[in-house]
């Protein structure tokens, strides 16, 4: 798969951390190396975020339509500077990447 070979190269260019987004079983969307702001969300065990994925049908014209999006809203207000973060919901890996999210309800790991 395309996501499982860029994953392992950018292990081995070092980039330790995820920017691919799994929109559904077919598509991931990598931002590794561009995006929006939202791609530095961090997980969290107890969000603050919610995450919908939405077909560009509800936003975009059929003809500007080329790619699924991913819409992450918030459940409450958010207050300036307040860190906002949704649960990546990563599948359950061999390799478990630990979590920092310091929640009482943290799973321990991402994966
Ligand atoms: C989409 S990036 C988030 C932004 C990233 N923290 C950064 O500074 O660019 C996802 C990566 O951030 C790290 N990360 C995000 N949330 C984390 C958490 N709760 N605990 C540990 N690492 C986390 C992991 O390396 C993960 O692969």
Same mark, same amino acid.
């Given at each position: ?18 920017? *691919?987004?799994? /929109? ?9 190396? +561009?995006?929006?702001? @939202?791609?530095? &969300?961090?997980?969290? +065990?107890?969000?603050? *975020? ?9 936003? %975009?014209?059929?003809? @500007? ?7 992450? %809203?918030?459940?409450?207000? &958010?207050? /300036? ?10 599948? *359950?890996?061999?390799?478990? &990447?630990? +979590?920092? +999210? ?7 790991? *991402?994966?």
């Amino acid at each position: 798969m395309v996501a499982d070979n860029r994953e392992k190269r950018y292990a081995q260019q070092g980039i330790g951390s995820s920017y *691919l987004f799994r /929109v559904d079983h077919d598509t991931i969307i990598d931002a590794t190396k +561009c995006g929006n702001l @939202a791609r530095f &969300i961090n997980h969290c +065990c107890t969000v603050s *975020l919610d995450q919908q994925w939405c077909t560009p049908e509800m936003f %975009y014209p059929p003809e @500007a339509i080329s790619q699924k999006k991913i819409v992450i %809203y918030s459940k409450q207000p &958010i207050a /300036v500077n307040e860190e906002i973060t949704y649960d990546y919901k990563f599948p *359950l890996e061999e390799n478990k &990447i630990p +979590c920092l +999210c310091g929640t009482e309800n943290c799973r321990g790991t *991402l994966n």
